[in-house]
């Protein structure tokens, strides 16, 4: 097979599509049974302590929830293949309007959190293999710190910094509340957003917006993958290959961007998936913190209120985000190691 | 190894320096003067607030932040008098009752405009009042007893109820009239669809733009608004919601929020000190209780409730949960609420009477166990938890806790048989009425869906007092049947009755014009806010 392209048997791309079916039948089941086994009343919660058992009635019957549960399964999969995932009792509009407004969120901060491990992740991690002795025992001991640091306790003090002190930096939200009002929503992605309108000034706000949220995000992860690329590349650079790439004379830079960089890359590229994945389901804590209006606060709070719908709705979204991102990186394996056939 | 050194040095000095240059340039574009407080005229008032709205629409949404918003596009017949439980005109423009309590005539306000366009008259307040009995969600408890309304002419109306109810006028406050016109644009579905996301009122301020994906809600003045803009009044409203509290905290100390909801009691002591910041304390009409499961043994038994009463550390708790900031509830009302009985004496802490009362009733060394459930993450409530559960220990009584969700236990206490022996609940009454906590709470058809009565209290002679100072007419009768039933409820020790927490008003100190009113808890009068630095 030829190195550099991608190529799957058509079996394999039904096989995958098939089980990726499966699996989002399995996880609406499993999330449906789970939510409604908590004793738990989301409408009388939501109903608040004044309404009438008449009010309450009339609310119940509204969300469908005066019936049988298998019977409000077996609609809401109806209605799901027909693309409606139902009314939020929190927000009270479709679910599929709320995910519209939050996902986008959550996808910006997530790519440029990504964009910024990927970077210096990937970086740091091969500049400390590369360049061995004293400064090699700096990355693994600054990964363990920087995966030590509770998100929480980064982010306040990102916000006492930058925000409160310097004043560089917005404390939250996406944009300022003027930009907010002189920006159209076309894509969702502020930033994008932004430079399809000419808005220069809107979108250096947003990115002005976008930092502190997404150092913090990405610190972790920025830990893990550089200890996992220094130890990955350091294997390889101990490989005969390696050496013989370095003994033809070639640029210690090709050496390690071509010869070490790809094959070292297998075992980053799983956990840059799986991080990927996580920042895509939303952080809780950052997007707390940070008024970042994303899928993770949206869950949290269903959750608290026992929003079904709202609940189904979100699991359903990380879940498809999930199998993209792993098909995603399952064709990358393929790309960078041809012997690798599906 | 060296070779490899001199392929890197340069470039990462490359990227260091790229990246201080990066830094500055992004920094520079937001110096901290322009970034914090605008100079000029202070014209929009920011608020922090807590959460999303429930529902934009004065029929449906109840939480506070919807009413917030309601208050400030629409507007009711009758209004609470900023700082009092007084009602006092507001669109109507004076009002008598019947002599058998069951007809209210309003004279209504003329030249009021809609935003929308359109002018309110008798038929704007009648399809109002039908639209929220008839959609039967959010405002419609309110409307239980209401039976039709009829236009005598253009400018007066009359509101007959089915049974006589005096608590009404201090219920109307909560039925907005909104534009006529538009229901009748949207008649299939009374406007709800509508009204849930666009407002048409006659209030000081109308809906510019509710952006749900920043959880922000703007709102601009209404140059057509009968009480008109000669005074002090802010010309726009942003209230966004910030869920972190120590976020909230520091945008006040910025400048960028000019008051905020959330914050601990730690950070207020720090903000007090602050020359620009101001935080106010005002007793509220909330109250703060543990609810007992009367309904079943051993709570069942008067003499168990109040030896838990006798036992139970009022003084700590306000201390030590509320450094201070909370009044002792002595009863089921709390003492800023209307017919409140000051000669009441309230439960305090004695052991040693606790323990004889519980020998009398045969538990001379308690032995027995309860089961209290508590909402996960509410501090106020564990706090209040662990301290029954450390006093009910002194006499020999074990109290196991449970954290569960409110939703949660929202189900558990709808079913007398699960319904925990202990469990906190703070009652905020929906308006400045005895009625608001005594149907809400110790009516027996406040059990299971109908309300919060969870503890399953209740007897014939106490739902009749709560029905008949219901609808008792004369001022007089109802304080007697009240005090009869504040006493019952107390002696009997329903529920034992902590504290009644004050409320704090949180801001830049040049924000002024509010004042707490009662009924309205956690609800800000816009129009009556303005700016001012002196």
């Known amino acids: ?342 | 190894m060296t070779v490899k050194h001199s392929m890197f040095r340069p470039r990462y000095r490359v990227l260091v320096v790229a990246a201080l240059v990066a830094w500055f340039a992004i920094s520079s574009f937001g110096d901290a003067t322009s970034l914090h407080a605008a100079a000029g005229p202070h014209r929009t008032l920011f608020q922090a607030s807590i959460s999303e709205l429930d529902g934009l629409d004065p029929a449906v949404g109840q939480d506070a932040g919807s009413k917030t918003v309601h208050m400030a596009i629409y507007e009711p017949l009758v209004a609470y008098k900023i700082g009092t439980s007084e009602v006092e005109p507001r669109l109507a423009t004076s009002w008598s009752v019947s002599k058998d309590g069951r007809a209210y005539t309003f004279k209504l306000r003329q030249g009021v405009k809609f935003q929308g366009g359109g002018a309110f008259d008798a038929n704007a307040v009648k399809v109002s009042f039908d639209r929220v009995k008839k959609l039967g969600l959010g405002a419609s408890y309110l409307l239980s007893e209401y039976d039709r309304a009829v236009v005598v002419n253009a400018l007066t109306v009359t509101i007959y109820l089915k049974r006589p109810l005096a608590a009404f006028i201090r219920m109307v406050p909560g039925i907005f009239i909104v534009n006529p016109g538009r229901v009748k644009e949207h008649a299939a579905d009374l406007g709800k669809a509508w009204f849930a996301a666009n407002a048409d009122g006659t209030g000081p301020y109308r809906l510019e733009k509710w952006d749900r994906g920043s959880q922000a809600i703007t709102l601009v003045r209404f140059d057509g608004y009968w009480q008109g803009w000669q005074g002090s009044h802010f010309d726009r409203v942003i209230k966004k919601v910030i869920a972190e509290p120590s976020t909230q905290v520091l945008m006040l100390k910025a400048g960028d929020a000019d008051f905020i909801q959330r914050y601990t009691l730690d950070s207020l002591t720090e903000l007090a000190k602050d020359p620009n910041i101001q935080v106010k304390w005002y007793s509220t009409i909330n109250a703060f209780v543990l609810v007992l499961a009367n309904n079943r043994k051993p709570l069942s038994d008067v003499r168990v409730r109040q030896a838990l009463a006798y036992a139970f550390p009022y003084d700590k708790l306000i201390d030590v949960v509320y450094e201070g900031h909370a009044d002792r509830l002595v009863g089921p009302l709390p003492s800023s609420m209307p017919y409140f009985d000051k000669t009441l004496k309230p439960y305090t802490r004695d052991l040693v009477k606790a323990k004889q009362l519980l020998a009398t009733a045969g538990y001379p060394n308690g032995g027995f166990t309860l089961q209290l459930k508590v909402v996960e993450g509410i501090e106020t409530m564990i706090t209040a938890a662990q301290l029954m559960q450390a006093a009910a220990k002194e006499i020999g009584i074990t109290i196991n806790i449970q954290q569960v969700q409110w939703p949660s236990l929202v189900a558990l206490f709808q079913d007398p048989k699960t319904t925990p022996d202990i469990f906190p609940l703070f009652q905020f009454p929906a308006f400045a009425d005895p009625d608001a906590i005594f149907s809400v709470n110790y009516d027996r058809k406040a059990q299971r869906t109908g309300g919060y009565n969870g503890g399953y209290f209740g007897t014939a002679e106490s739902d009749s007092l709560i029905a008949r100072a219901r609808a008792a007419t004369s001022d007089q009768e109802r304080a007697r049947l009240y005090a009869q039933l504040q006493r019952m409820i107390l002696e009997d020790s329903v529920n034992i009755f902590l504290a009644s927490p004050q409320w704090s008003f949180v801001a830049r100190k040049a924000v002024k014009g509010f004042n707490y009113t009662p009924a309205l808890a956690d609800q800000f009068p816009y129009y009556q806010m303005y700016w001012d630095e002196r």
């Open chain 1, 1 to 342: 097979m030829r190195s550099g392209s991608i190529s799957f048997s058509s079996r394999y791309t039904l096989r995958r599509i098939l089980t990726a079916v499966l699996v989002l039948v399995g996880m609406s089941l499993i999330t449906f049974v789970l939510v409604n086994v908590i004793p738990a009343d989301p409408i009388k919660y939501a109903a608040g302590p004044n309404a009438t058992a008449e009010i309450v009635a009339n609310m119940r019957r509204e969300w469908g929830m005066d019936r049988p549960l298998p019977e409000q399964y077996v609609r809401y999969v109806i209605r799901l293949v027909h693309g409606d995932l139902g009314v939020s009792i929190m927000s009270r509009r479709a679910v599929l309007d709320d995910l519209r407004d939050y996902f986008p969120a959550t996808l910006e901060l997530a790519i440029v959190a990504f964009l910024l491990t990927l970077l210096i992740g990937v970086s740091l991690g091969l500049f400390s293999a590369a360049r061995g002795g004293g400064t090699d025992t700096i990355v693994p001991l600054a990964g363990v710190f920087g995966g030590a640091i509770p998100i929480f306790w980064l982010g306040i003090m990102l916000q006492l910094v930058f925000y409160l002190r310097l004043g560089w930096l917005p404390a939250g939200g996406r944009l300022g509340q003027d930009q907010v009002d002189a920006l159209r929503v076309i894509t969702g992605s502020m930033l994008l957003d932004a430079i399809l309108q000419r808005q220069w000034s809107i979108l250096f706000d947003a990115l002005k917006h976008l930092i502190l949220p997404a150092v913090a995000l990405s610190l972790g992860p920025i830990a893990i993958i550089a200890r996992i690329a220094r130890a990955s590349a350091r294997e390889i650079f101990g490989q005969d290959f390696v050496r013989t790439a370095q003994a033809k004379g070639l640029s210690s830079r090709r050496v390690l961007w071509v010869h070490v960089l790809k094959p070292a890359s297998i075992p980053i590229l799983t956990t840059l998936g799986s991080q990927f994945g996580y920042m895509l389901s939303g952080s809780f804590l950052v997007e707390t913190i940070f008024q970042w209006p994303g899928i993770g606060r949206y869950t949290i709070l269903a959750i608290t209120a026992v929003d079904f719908p709202a609940i189904m709705g979100a699991t359903l979204l990380v879940s498809v985000t999930f199998l993209t991102v792993n098909f995603l990186v399952d064709m990358l394996y393929v790309w960078v190691d041809p012997r690798i056939k599906y």
